[in-house]
T-cell receptor, first 113, second 113 residues
Framework: ETGVTQTPRHLVMGMTNKKSLKCEQH?????MYWYKQSAKKPLELMFV???????ENNSVPSRFSPECPNSSHLFLHLHTLQPEDSALYLC????????????FGPGTRLTVL | GQQVMQIPQYQHVQEGEDFTTYCNSS?????IQWYKQRPGGHPVFLIQ?????EVKKQKRLTFQFGEAKKNSSLHITATQTTDVGTYFC?????????????FGKGTSLLVTP
């Protein structure tokens, strides 16, 4: 499946590094999402974007900074992360609407040393 | 948001046995979605239920939505090793966006031949 792509697939970074995760969807959707998946909280919603506007920030620490330049691209900028931020970061997209199914990308496996 | 609780957390069956996972909410859900995540993969949409008492089938999978729209179940008949993975239910998140999802913690299914 290539509808939603994410890069990089794996990332190891130190606590003082700055890195960015990229997500791109080729499905013509207008809503995009970032999720964090860890053993403790399997699918934790972080941010929601609707037509490039952020409509949801689920109390995410400011060391995570999302950016949505257009409806097809979504970034997650990372800086001064903590080891507990190590997780799988999943991007998803959907049509805008109450009954819309979400399409997930393969995820970025992040390890913070 | 409308939290959804899922049980059991883990299930280990012999191939050919049946499997059921349950999803419960304290509030009425307008709809519920089910996703499957294979080991090392990403969540993939299976189905959406909308109507009270709705039952839908996909080959060996049977999905039900309770009459009160507060619970749902996924039943797999005669499991196969290809059924291995984590099954998530998701309900609407009562969010600003209006269409974000709250995922249950998932049921991880292991099938041994």
């Amino acid at each position: 499946e290539t509808g939603v792509t994410q890069t990089p697939r794996h990332l190891v970074m130190g606590m003082t590094n700055k890195k960015s995760l990229k997500c791109e969807q080729h499905l013509g959707h207008n809503a995009m999402y970032w999720y964090k998946q860890s053993a403790k909280k399997p699918l934790e919603l972080m941010f929601v974007y609707n037509f490039k506007e952020q409509t949801e920030n689920n109390s995410v620490p400011s060391r995570f900074s999302p950016e949505c330049p257009n409806s097809s691209h979504l970034f997650l900028h990372l800086h001064t992360l903590q080891p507990e931020d190590s997780a799988l970061y999943l991007c998803a997209s959907s049509q805008v609407g109450l009954w819309a199914e979400q399409f997930f990308g393969p995820g970025t496996r992040l390890t913070v040393l | 948001g409308q939290q959804v609780m899922q049980i059991p957390q883990y299930q280990h069956v012999q191939e050919g046995e049946d499997f059921t996972t349950y999803c419960n909410s304290s509030t009425t859900l307008s709809n519920i979605q089910w996703y499957k995540q294979r080991p090392g993969g990403h969540p993939v949409f299976l189905i959406q239920l909308v109507k009270s008492g709705e039952v839908k089938k996909q080959k060996r999978l049977t999905f039900q939505f309770g009459e009160a729209k507060k619970n749902s179940s996924l039943h797999i008949t005669a499991t196969q090793t290809t059924d291995v993975g984590t099954y998530f239910c998701a309900g609407p998140a009562n969010s600003n966006s209006g269409y974000a999802l709250n995922f249950g913690k998932g049921t991880s299914l292991l099938v041994t031949p």
